[in-house]
């Protein structure tokens, strides 16, 4: 039954829309830090065994983009968790306080990873299923936190970046301690991410023997799967329609073919 639905995704759009079944707002915890995430129940619960999708937001937070994608890959037969790195009620509203806060996580591996396999633990937990299989994605920043939990050694089947930073104060240097599948979508012209890191991460995949794949998008910018980053490329940051849903497509497909 899953494969023929998610076959049939191929057929659809990026589009995000109004879901069969609407998630809810679910409260954690990673020790005394309690965040606020959003999980969006499957919409095959009675017939397919739990799969969940973890997504992790942009700079600014969790927002309405990630819980929209949840309440996609729910309509998919999937359990989606967007979850909340940063703690309940902590949404910066400007560029300089998304900088701020972002980069608490950038600049501290450990802590970042300790977070996000908080909302892993919860993310079983909620499903009922201790060894439910995971992937984890997400968008910019979210996309860099993708990549840390995978670098982590966490129990996950994937790990898919969009548009997220390529580097790591933490870098994996021998093999055995990456066990996901890894997906990067980078778009090609992206000014954020220059070649010099994209290089970087695949030499760094290679020392530690990982199963990778990564996919450059012509004339993407930054932020290309948001329609609200505008469609002037010159600024760096702008929606690209193409590059939006052919790494969609192409990451349904992934998370058909690891779980």
């Not at 609407?22 to 919409?43: C, F, I, M, R």
């Not at 910019?140 to 970046?161: Q, W």
């Not at 093999?175 to 599948?181: C, D, E, L, N």
């Not at 290089?199 to 990982?210: C, K, L, P, R, S």
């Amino acid at each position: 039954m899953r494969r023929f639905l998610l076959s049939a995704a191929f057929l659809f759009t990026a589009t995000i829309s109004a879901p069969a079944i609407a998630g809810e707002n679910v409260t954690y915890q990673d020790g005394d830090t309690v965040l606020e995430g959003y999980w969006a129940p499957s919409s095959c619960a009675e017939t397919v065994p739990s799969q969940i999708v973890m997504i992790v937001h942009q700079w600014k937070g969790l927002g309405d983009y990630e819980k929209g994608r949840a309440d996609q890959l729910a309509g998919l037969c999937y359990d989606a968790f967007a979850i909340d790195m940063y703690g309940k009620d902590i949404r910066p509203e400007t560029r300089e306080d998304a900088a701020r806060q972002s980069s608490l996580y950038k600049d501290d591996p450990d802590l970042a990873r300790n977070r996000l396999k908080a909302a892993l633990s919860f993310a079983r937990q909620k499903a009922g299923k201790e060894t439910a299989p995971v992937a984890v994605m997400g968008y910019c920043f979210g996309g860099t936190m993708a990549l840390e939990l995978a670098r982590s050694g966490a129990d996950i089947k994937g790990a898919i970046s969009f548009h997220g930073g390529l580097s790591t104060k933490k870098p994996v240097t021998e093999p055995g301690i990456i066990t996901a599948s890894v997906q990067v979508h980078h778009g090609a012209a992206d000014p954020y991410v220059p070649q010099a890191d994209v290089d970087t991460f695949m030499q760094e995949m290679d020392a530690a023997n990982a199963d990778w794949i990564l996919t450059q998008y012509a004339g993407a910018v930054h932020a290309f799967t948001e329609k609200e980053a505008g469609d002037d490329p010159s600024t760096g940051v702008a929606y690209n329609e193409k590059a939006d849903k052919r790494s969609w497509d192409a990451t349904i497909g992934f998370l058909e073919e690891i779980f």
